[in-house]
């Protein structure tokens, strides 16, 4: 059964509603613009905003890794006992494959700053000196079955699959990284999206970190005036 939730938060416009939609286990290999199609038929209109999971998009493109193929170096286990314990790169398979994208060599420039950061009483210092390369790959931590040891990359050219969903079904797309930390990222949108208000919707994770397996959330605007949604008032 499908459940609207009413997003809450300060800073987000009173009226903006979410709606999570259940679908079955995205597999590498599936047309996933015909699957969210599917699935929010009947749930979607114009005017509003879907939400799709980055993990989702990326496992259908493949981008993914057993993390049983990795083998962690010595650097990899050091460092990863030494992370967070929600942190990615608390895992060393997860962390090797950073290494082996960018080189040890920054791995440790970017550790030490890290301690230095600390010292300075500054948190999230490795983060930023790696940019991108941590911010690319999805630890296996909180992935459902058969994922749940898998390495998830991000997805290829998100902006591309929101237009082509889109086109398809005429309803504006976003492709977001959310987690329960309320933290959340859009990694590629259709034109009409305003990314922000996005974001600052979706900082509850009304996904779901875990086995709810609902990879799409149908964002509706229910307020008055302009919808904050997207970019152009609509």
Known sequence: MTRALAVTRPEVPTGVIAVPVRTRLVNRGDDLVALVADAVRG?????????????????????????????????????????????????????????????????????????????RGKRGVFYEVMGEAITAIDGYTGTMPPYERAIVFAPREPDAFCEAVRERIGIDCTVVDANDLEKAKVLGASRAVDRASIERALLDNPHGNSDEQTPIVVLKWRGDGPNPLLGDGA
Do not use: C
């Not at 010595?74 to 080189?103: F, H």
């Open 43 to 119: 749930i979607a209109r114009a005017g509003d905003v879907l939400a799709v999971s980055e993990t989702a998009v990326a496992i259908a493109q493949g981008e993914f890794v057993p993390a049983e193929y990795v083998r962690p170096s010595r650097l990899a286990y050091a460092l990863s006992r030494r992370a967070g314990a929600l942190a990615t790169i608390n895992q060393p398979e997860s962390l090797q494959l950073v290494i082996d994208q960018v080189g040890q060599w920054k791995v440790l420039y970017a550790a030490i700053m890290h301690v230095l950061g600390r010292l």
